[in-house]
């Protein structure tokens, strides 16, 4: 299993493994992380599972989508490598992967 | 908060599992019991009507957390028992078993359960309703063999449940009392779109049909209205609302209207008993009301309120509620309460495209919006709900307009 680091907007970090073809949001739910609310559950519906992904791993975790891109113009906070955390799907090659969460999700 | 503390988790849904998580991370040390009359364990209710219907999703993907998680958090599941009695001078709660359990706190996470029709027929084969897991494997196992399938209530269960039905090949017809679908929480666009958009798919709509019977033998064959119609049916779906779970609450004298009373704080008349989800009525300060939510925002939030309450934090539950809902390509996301709403605006084509939002008003101001294909008018609009200032329609309609320009 990928190894994700999740570090909240003070700085705290969660170094957890989470298996692949499961979200980033899962990861995060699953290991009690703080900052990921997902109060749809993962549909893609409610931006409230924000994170961002640190620059050199963008590439890695892809695009949002257009739905998703269209939530994110209007997120507290947004940068460059915001994406929905529920939309992102681990895979191996995410391996050390390291994404941030936003304070407006606490 | 003492090791020897014990809270009792009556249900084990969205709002139970938000619980026993904000108790942990509030410093909750007691132990943790969850009991609830379903044999699975927290599972996500709303693909069960949409993907977990259409095969899309399987059952492994609606584990509302890893199995893992629960251990962590060290909680004891009672799964397939039933609390009939809540003793709230003793603190116990009786199980079907006829085993007692002590409590310190109470947390009644009840929820709702389906409406059922008095119909003759309605124990035939082939009928069911939609609120369970189980509820919806007996669905499937139906759809298997189904070519025909008639939908009772044209409602939001029943239109999703319609559209994934749909998806697996069968004929579907909707069959709604009203004069329109979603008459009691959608304006007449929002109606007429869903009508023309589920025809278009093949689904049969009627409209103003009053079912009076049902009829086969042994298994459901066809459902006969009040006008003498006939549809036929290898399977109905009856979808026509839910009432919340309140009996073990009144029973053991807490105060019951449309649901548990709560106070902000997800706290019941009884001081040691909290209530969060759907089986609550409570206090919104932003609507200036009290009501019943039928909703997972709804039921994870209010939990965080109620664990806060069981550590003796004081934390009040007030947000906007938000729903959502999937039928074919359409998302629909709902902000705020369109009730009581005296016009609605149109952003967008609601008559020839798939994209447009339906904004309620009420003295000028926003007070909900349904938003079709339109996740950022979604966001904005849930902005402008809450900023409750005097709205400028023409703008709001206005597409050349970037609609981010309205918030202040």
């Known amino acids: ?106 | 908060m003492e090791v020897d503390d014990h809270v009792v988790i009556v249900g084990a849904s969205h709002a139970a599992v938000q619980l026993m998580i904000s108790i942990r991370q509030q410093g909750w040390l007691g132990a943790i019991t969850v009991i609830s009359d379903e044999l699975h364990m927290p599972y996500q209710r709303p693909p069960l009507s949409k993907a977990y219907l259409d095969g899309s999703v399987e059952e492994g993907r609606l584990a509302l957390r890893a199995p893992e998680m629960y251990e962590k958090l060290d909680v004891v599941f009672k799964l397939g028992h039933t609390v009939v009695a809540i003793d709230a001078g003793t603190n116990q709660v009786t199980l079907d078993t006829g085993e007692q359990i002590g409590f310190t706190k109470l947390a009644l996470c009840t929820g709702a359960r389906v409406r059922q029709l008095d119909l003759p027929g309605a124990e035939l084969g082939g009928v069911h309703y939609l609120r369970t897991m189980d509820d919806v494997k007996a669905i499937r196992h139906s759809a298997k063999k189904a070519s025909r399938a008639v939908i009772i209530g044209g409602g939001y269960i029943g239109l999703e449940t319609a559209a994934s039905l749909t998806k697996l090949g069968i004929k579907v017809t909707v069959l709604e009392t009203e004069s329109r679908l979603l008459k009691r929480v959608a304006s007449e666009q929002v109606s007429e779109f869903y009508k023309h958009l589920h025809e278009e798919e093949g689904v049969e709509i009627r409209l103003g049909s009053k079912v009076v019977a049902l009829q086969g033998d042994g298994h459901v064959k066809s459902v006969i209205c009040d006008d003498d119609t006939h549809s036929d049916a290898d399977m109905v779906i009856i979808g026509v609302g839910v009432i919340p779970n309140t009996e073990l609450a009144s029973e053991a004298g807490l105060v019951v209207e449309n649901g548990i009373v709560v106070d902000e704080f997800a706290q019941t008349s009884h001081p040691n008993i909290v209530a969060a989800g759907d089986c609550t009525f409570h206090p919104n300060s932003l609507l200036k009301k009290s009501l019943r939510l039928e909703s997972v925002p709804n039921a994870s939030e209010q939990a965080k309120a109620a664990a806060a309450s069981l550590c003796g934090i004081k934390k009040a539950y007030s947000e906007l509620p938000w729903f959502w809902s999937d039928q074919f390509d359409v998302k629909l996301q709902i902000a705020g309460i369109s009730q009581g709403y005296t016009g609605a605006v149109v952003r967008g084509d609601a008559d020839e495209s798939r994209s447009f939002t339906v904004f309620y008003i009420k003295d000028q101001h926003i007070i909900a919006a349904d938003c079709i294909n339109r996740p950022k008018d979604f966001m904005v609009a849930k902005k402008l709900i809450l900023q409750q200032s005097t709205i400028d329609i023409a703008v709001l309609v206005d597409e050349s307009i970037d609609i981010k320009t309205l918030i202040n």
């Not at chain 1, 299993?1 to 990861?27: K, R």
């Not at chain 1, 409230?48 to 620059?55: A, K, L, R, S």
């Not at chain 1, 890695?60 to 460059?80: D, F, H, N, S, T």
């Open chain 1, 1 to 106: 299993m990928p190894a994700i680091t999740y570090i909240e907007f003070d700085g705290t970090g969660y170094h957890v493994d989470v298996a692949v073809g499961n979200s980033v949001m899962e990861g995060a739910l699953n290991n009690m992380i703080d900052g990921i609310v997902a109060e749809c559950g993962g549909c893609c519906v409610c931006c409230t599972c924000h994170c961002m992904i640190d620059p050199e791993w963008a590439e890695i975790a892809g695009e949002p989508g257009q739905e998703e891109a269209e939530m994110l113009e209007m997120v507290e906070g947004r940068q460059q490598t915001s994406r929905l955390s529920c939309q992102v799907q681990i895979t191996e090659a995410m391996e050390g992967m390291v994404v941030r969460l936003p304070e407006s999700q606490y």
